[in-house]
């Protein structure tokens, strides 16, 4: 199937740095692209999602000046966390849907641990 | 806005035993997925069903949708060790036109051998 790689997979920083997650997609082209925030024992939730050329769009509740989303080329999205601090430790992970199908897969994923 | 129950929240069976895994929707589903995650992994694309009635199978996992598109099952066959881990379902609320999906909180499988 389709291959999404993450990076990094996983990241400790300390309070007030800011954080770099990229989203690839490797053996396909992908113009929407989603980001998830998965938290221990709960399930996923989507925090936006990554238009290749144009703004992403924000869910509810999620800060878009916090969670940066670039999405500059057709196989690449980045989140980056700014200022981060202790709450936004978390799991983050993105997913990318490959054209003119239904399938939606997903990267690996980045545990992010901030002091 | 659209919530999946999963059920059980978790099962441990015993090697070679046969389980069922349920989500339920508060609304019709248009596309109801099945991802496979291990803790602090990834989500392994397993299947994803459309029409009511429908039903696919991958090596020894079987899922179907019900015919009112409310309900989905996900079958294991002679379970083993590899098949461990977190199963999720999820659904996109809009009817299948943006992809943004929702999910259920998951079903923890544990299989002894």
């Known amino acids: 199937g389709a291959v999404v790689s993450q990076h990094p997979s996983r990241v400790i920083c300390k309070s007030g740095t800011s954080v770099k997650i990229e989203c690839r997609s490797l053996?396909?082209?992908?113009?929407?692209m989603f980001w998830y925030r998965q938290f221990p024992k709960q399930s996923l939730m989507l925090m936006a999602t990554s238009n290749e050329g144009s703004k992403a769009t924000y869910e509810q509740g999620v800060e878009k000046d916090k969670f940066l989303i670039n999405h500059a080329s057709l196989t690449l999205s980045t989140l980056t966390v700014t200022s981060a601090h202790p709450e936004d430790s978390s799991f983050y992970i993105c997913?990318?849907?490959?054209?003119?199908?239904?399938?939606?897969?997903f990267g690996s994923g980045t545990q992010l641990s901030v002091l | 806005s659209q919530e999946l129950e999963q059920s059980p929240q978790s099962l441990i069976v015993q090697e070679g035993k046969n389980l069922t895994i349920n989500c339920t929707s508060s609304k019709t589903l248009y596309g109801l997925y099945w991802y496979k995650q291990k803790y602090g992994e990834g989500l392994i694309f397993l299947m994803m069903?459309?029409?009511?009635?429908e039903e696919k199978s991958h090596e020894k996992i079987t899922a179907k949708l019900d015919e009112k598109k409310q309900q989905s099952s996900l079958h294991i066959t002679a379970s083993q060790p590899s098949h461990a881990g977190i199963y999720l379902c999820?659904?996109?609320?809009?009817?299948?036109?943006?992809?943004?999906?929702?999910f259920g909180k998951g079903t923890l499988l544990t299989v002894n051998p």
């Open positions: 999820g659904a996109d609320p809009s009817g299948g036109s943006n992809y943004k999906l929702t």
């Open positions: 053996d396909f082209q992908a113009t929407t």
């Open positions: 997913s990318a849907r490959v054209a003119g199908s239904e399938k939606l897969f």
């Open positions: 069903l459309q029409k009511g009635g």
